[in-house]
């Protein structure tokens, strides 16, 4: 799941509710539920079939966008199976064979891009770390941000064998964003 505030933006977020609505549509999934009340906008899109649930593609998008012009707030999740379970991609190899994760990886990368897009309709000028979403001002926060990573991946590297790193390093910090779960912050 991404989340995160936006403030002072010259966007409407009716508008990028609406653009979230088309890129959903536009991939052809079918949005079953629509409801606005007051500044908040939430909605439902699913894409089911058997197959996306045995492969672990995406399967369905919520998405909510409340708050007025200048300060509003975007969450975005897309459920794949696999994830929604709590069985990172590494893990998934051992479990459900290399196809399965690379499947369910590309459900993570697909719930990313759509991440980009809306971040780019809202403002076009903030970084975004690829391994998390979380946004940043500046390249150079980007950059101390990415250097934690790096850190923590040689941390988990040394010592600890592929199995280790799977469970450790790709668990539910690494494939949900450090911090996401609890919220972004606030651009």
Known sequence: MYRHGFVEKDIDPSTVYSRI?????EDKFNVTS????????EMHAK???????????????????????GKFEVQLHAGIWGRDLAVPAIEGIF??????????H?????????????????????K?????????NTQEDLDKHMKTHQQQAMGYGSGMGMMGMGM???????MMGMGMMGGGFWI
Not at 21 to 25: A, E, F, Y
Not at 34 to 39: A, I, K, P
Not at 95 to 101: D, K, R, S, V
């Open 128 to 136: 975004m770390c690829d391994l998390d979403g979380l946004l940043f």
């Open 34 to 41: 629509d409801e606005s009340n007051g500044n908040l906008r």
């Open 106 to 126: 590309s459900g993570h990368e697909y719930e990313l891009n759509l991440w980009k897009k809306v971040v780019n309709l809202i403002d076009p000028s903030l």
């Open 21 to 25: 609505k088309d890129m959903l549509v």
């Open 95 to 104: 479990t459900f064979g290399a196809a399965t994760a690379a499947e369910v």
């Open 47 to 69: 894409k089911s079939n058997r197959e996306r649930i045995i492969l672990g593609k995406v399967r369905d998008v919520d998405a909510m966008v409340a708050g007025q012009k």
């Open 168 to 174: 450790l390093g790709m668990g539910m910090m690494g």
